[in-house]
Nanobody, 124 residues
Framework: QVQLVESGGGSVQAGGNLTLSCTSS????????MAWFRQAPGKERERIAF???????GGADSVKGRFTISRDNAENTLHLTMTNLKPDDTAMYFC??????????????????WGQGTQVTVSS
């Protein structure tokens, strides 16, 4: 069973930067997708970005140019580097994973495993 644990959330002022991490364990396949999503109070979970086991990435237009997804395979850790944060970025951020895949999509229904989330709060 894949387990995911997010960390790195916190409070930051608008214009600041933050890097989230997601430590993973339990993968049994070398073919997988990992992704970041976020959910603000009263809103649906929103897509951010995904990365394949080959290192290919894709992301939502809303955060392109500000958020970057990456993975440290040696440390089994997924990262989300966020720059120029805005108050609208305030949300709980979740990492997600699916293994034994041929392709990746950035949709919540696609992923089998989820972390517990880490809170990001951006003040103006």
């Amino acid at each position: 069973q894949v387990q995911l644990v997010e960390s790195g959330g916190g409070s930051v002022q608008a214009g600041g930067n933050l890097t989230l991490s997601c430590t993973s364990s339990g993968f049994t396949s070398s073919s997988y997708c990992m992704a970041w999503f976020r959910q603000a109070p009263g809103k649906e979970r929103e897509r951010i970005a995904f990365i394949t086991s080959d290192g290919n990435t894709g992301g939502a237009d809303s955060v392109k140019g500000r958020f970057t997804i990456s993975r440290d395979n040696a440390e089994n850790t997924l990262h989300l580097t966020m720059t120029n944060l805005k108050p609208d970025d305030t949300a709980m951020y979740f990492c997600a994973a699916k293994e034994r895949v041929r392709w990746c999509v950035l949709e919540t229904f696609f992923y089998d495993y989820w972390g517990q989330g880490t809170q990001v709060t951006v003040s103006s």
